[in-house]
């Protein structure tokens, strides 16, 4: 798979300042952590997974998995979803659970409680996922994903020689018609957009065999030929197996997970009620800001018109990645200068079409970040400038005049000081349970954050940026409103729709993204509520920090849940910041 590069950004190479406080400060106690019972029941937890999932525990596409390191060793393996394999994992997490919440109520250290914590909180997660949710028994897309997704780390992630990445990508072909029957075997009936998402991901899954399978055209080696065949066949197997399925409404399978996933998961303290309520004062915040740049910009149009009206670029003659390209650098030399260099990446960074087998199912933008076993694998940034086939024209044209009217935002999120700061940082750490635990709350709440501060920073500051900008705080406002509110009965369908109508999507866009939204109960809500909780902690310990130390102490002490967070700032001395 060619892929379009960006010149590597140099950055400093020297490790995060913070990790556990006692090992900095005491080296005797660092070899005491090392070998305590939670250091050798972390390392076992993170193993087992490693092994159990290699692909997902790889891959930043499976949020309730942790980045196990050791997955890494794995490229020629790939994930066993057997049923019986799946109840043997959920008896043996429930067991490390337990084991978890023993050691914590034993512990009085504060950073091993939060790393006790952080633990049990990841294991939530995973039991959600595969328990409660059982997407393994109702989700096409996550075989088709891990399938595809484990071939590309094969074919493209570190090796020490062309032959091992030959030998790998073999195995996981050969691994494919496995995985893919166990799919069949599992799966008994699919809500109608996981349906419709799977057939047109099938569609370009075929594609991408047909791409790769000509850079081994060259190949002296017949297994790989013979590899390749299989998949196809696999393929066209799980293909006529989905044709035989008729999708249910997607109603019939939600699940209601939401209060376990914010309470167990995320380690919120916030109530559902709390949390809507914040979605709709940012909702009304924002409504009320496009209205004031609207009458400033032009009275004679409404801010819808002037949102799809404006274009930075001459769409025509500039190419998407090249525009891309040149704002990353820019961000990173802005960020650099403006208090980020303590926390700055020495990962690089990559910008490239989306993968073919991608393609209909990842957003335009997107980040995939390195899996950490290696200190030369590349982040990812994900560009989508061509849409599959059965896009049209007129979808292509619109989704390139987004990408280009939203460029300095989306490449912010994603990049610098955004998604691909914050897994820099989180890789660096040598507090190994933190360095290998993600927070869907914190991730992506940190990233939106990293959108305000654009404006915050004088980066953009023209009316109709601002506009932009404020369209993309309200669609996540509303995302957010209704990721609660249908779930509690607070909005019916009708009001979800009339949201997301009015932040600027058809009535068709708007109720196929409900859809959506529903069958992944918890995950819209992360932006609005991380971004909040981040502005509440920089109210508090902001002026008494300044602003540089509180972004490096907040994103140095890992991924945590908020209000652990707001108790490491209080236990701060005055020589600490």
Not at 449 to 465: D, F, K, R
Request: hydrophobic residues 35%; aromatic residues 10%; contains cysteine.
């Amino acid at each position: 798979m060619e892929r379009t590069k960006t010149p590597v950004l140099q950055h400093s190479s020297t490790p995060c300042a913070w990790h556990d406080e006692n090992v900095t400060k005491n080296p005797m106690m660092s070899l005491c952590y090392r070998n305590s019972e939670t250091f050798e029941l972390a390392s076992h937890y993170f193993d087992y997974l490693a092994k159990c999932f290699p692909v997902m525990c790889a891959s930043d596409e499976f949020h309730f998995l942790p980045r196990a390191e050791r997955a890494g060793q794995y490229y020629d393996r790939i994930d066993n979803l057997d049923a019986d394999a799946i109840n043997e994992c959920l008896f043996n997490l429930k067991e490390l659970r337990d084991k978890f919440d023993r050691l914590a109520r034993h512990e009085n250290d504060f950073e091993k409680l939060t790393d006790l914590e952080l633990l049990k909180a990841n294991v939530a997660g995973i039991l959600i996922e595969l328990k409660m949710k059982q997407s393994w028994r109702n989700n096409p897309l996550l075989y088709l994903k891990i399938a595809f997704i484990g071939l590309d780390h094969a074919l493209t992630k570190p090796a020490s020689s062309p032959a091992e990445r030959t030998e790998r990508a073999f195995a996981r072909l050969r691994a494919i018609p496995r995985l893919l029957q166990q799919a069949i075997d599992n799966i008994d009936s699919v809500p109608k957009t996981y349906y419709q998402a799977a057939l047109a991901m099938l569609s370009d899954c075929k594609s991408y065999l047909t791409e790769i399978s000509k850079s081994f055209a060259s190949a002296s080696s017949g297994h790989i030929t013979e590899g390749l065949e299989n998949a196809w066949s696999a393929l066209d197997a799980f293909d006529k197996f989905m044709r035989t399925l008729s999708p249910v409404p997607d109603q019939q399978f939600v699940v209601p997970a939401l209060e376990a996933t914010l309470k167990d998961h995320f380690l919120s303290v916030r109530s559902l009620p709390e949390v809507f309520q914040i979605a709709v004062e940012e909702w009304q915040e924002n409504l009320e800001q496009l209205k004031k740049l609207q009458a400033n910009i032009d009275p004679g149009k409404s801010w819808r018109e002037l949102y799809h009206a404006y274009c930075p670029s001459d769409i025509e003659k500039t190419d998407t990645i090249s525009l891309y390209q040149r704002e990353i650098e820019r961000l990173a030399c802005f960020f650099r200068k403006h208090g980020f260099r303590e926390v700055d990446s020495s990962s690089s960074l990559e910008l490239c079409e989306t993968p073919t087998y991608l393609r209909s199912v990842r957003s335009s933008a997107s980040f995939s970040a390195a899996s950490g076993a290696d200190v030369g694998e590349k982040d990812l940034f994900y560009i989508t400038t061509r849409l599959p086939q059965q896009g049209g024209k007129e979808a292509g044209d619109l989704l390139k005049k987004r990408l280009h009217r939203e460029y300095k935002f989306l490449a912010a999120h994603e990049t610098f000081p955004g998604h691909h700061l914050l897994d820099s940082v989180r890789r660096r750490l040598q507090n190994r349970v933190r360095r290998q635990i993600e927070s869907p709350l914190f991730y992506e709440g940190w990233a939106y954050y990293a959108e305000s501060l654009l404006t915050e920073y004088g980066y953009v500051n023209s009316p109709i940026e601002n506009l932009v900008d404020c369209k993309r705080r309200l669609w996540r406002a509303a995302r957010c409103q209704i990721d609660v509110g249908l779930t509690t009965g607070i909005l019916a369908r009708e009001d979800a729709m009339r949201l997301l109508t009015t932040a600027g999507f058809t009535p068709e866009e708007a109720d196929s993204q409900i859809d959506r939204f529903r069958l992944n109960p918890g995950y819209q809500l992360c932006y609005s509520l991380g971004r909040y909780e981040i502005m509440k902690l920089r109210e508090t310990y902001g002026i008494r920090m300044g602003r540089d130390q509180f972004h490096r102490q907040l994103l140095e002490g890992g991924e945590l849940p908020f209000h652990l967070i707001e108790k490491r700032f209080e236990a701060m001395k005055p020589s600490d910041v």
